[in-house]
């Protein structure tokens, strides 16, 4: 099913890129894939893959030379983050980047108050995005299955909240932050195991360009 998956999302990537490139200059295609056309798509290749994040990233991004100045831009950011924060896992996914953190690390099991642990790394993390910020964080909240859909809901909205809130309470602008929360909607891992439902129960933070961002990227693009 996986392999499937997988499959499904190579060959809508390649659709996309191919229906693309006939648009693109010179300069453009040096640089990579073209606007991978827009949210909707990055929604449908997102559900496909299991990986909202992954299809928000995707929908969000500018495409050309300008892209490839801002993937630069998130190249030296994801670094930093991993060095300073060795308990997150950080992905570089098109021109954004992907933290996750595991909420056992964030949260008691089934609560959505930050634990000590939590507002350690979250601190950690805070530094470097203060440090870089011409970038919007949207904060995903998930669950296993276990429990209702509903009840799954909600208590991933309070865990998406909760850490909104201590970003904010530390620094980070609040229109730089958006919330959402998806249950048991959007599985990334096993859940008829007990390490695919712990994995399940986690927070993932969506960094991307914010305009300013991409107005200095294209600028620098155009030079």
């Known amino acids: 099913m996986k392999t499937l998956r ?9 659709a996309i890129m191919l229906s693309s490139c006939s648009s693109l200059n ?10 991978v056309a827009g949210g909707a798509m990055g929604a449908v290749i997102g559900k496909v893959a299991g990986n ?3 299809g928000a990233i995707i929908g969000a991004a500018v495409g050309g030379a300008t892209g490839a100045v801002i993937g630069h831009k998130m190249d030296k950011q994801a670094e930093e983050i991993k060095k300073t924060v060795p308990d997150a896992k950080v992905e570089r996914v098109g021109e954004g980047i992907v933290v996750e953190f595991s909420s056992n690390i964030l949260f008691a099991f089934d609560k959505s108050a930050l634990s000590a642990e939590a507002k350690t790394n979250l601190e950690k993390l805070v530094k470097v995005l203060n440090t870089y910020p011409d970038t919007d964080i949207e904060v995903q909240g998930h669950t296993d299955d276990k429990g209702t859909e509903a009840y799954n809901k909600k208590l991933s909205e309070r865990r998406a909240s909760a850490v909104s809130v201590y970003l904010e309470g530390n620094g980070i602008s609040g229109n730089r932050i958006s919330i959402k929360g998806f249950g048991e909607s959007v599985p990334k891992y096993d859940n008829n195991t007990d390490a695919g439902r712990t994995q399940n129960r986690r927070v993932e933070f969506l960094i991307t360009a914010n305009e300013k ?5 294209a600028k620098e693009a155009g030079k």
Do not use: D, N, P
């Open 6 to 14: 997988m499959s499904m999302i190579m060959i809508l990537g390649a």
């Open 52 to 54: 909202t994040a992954m």
């Open 213 to 217: 961002m991409k107005a200095e990227a």
């Open 26 to 35: 010179k300069t453009q295609k040096g640089a990579g894939v073209g606007v």
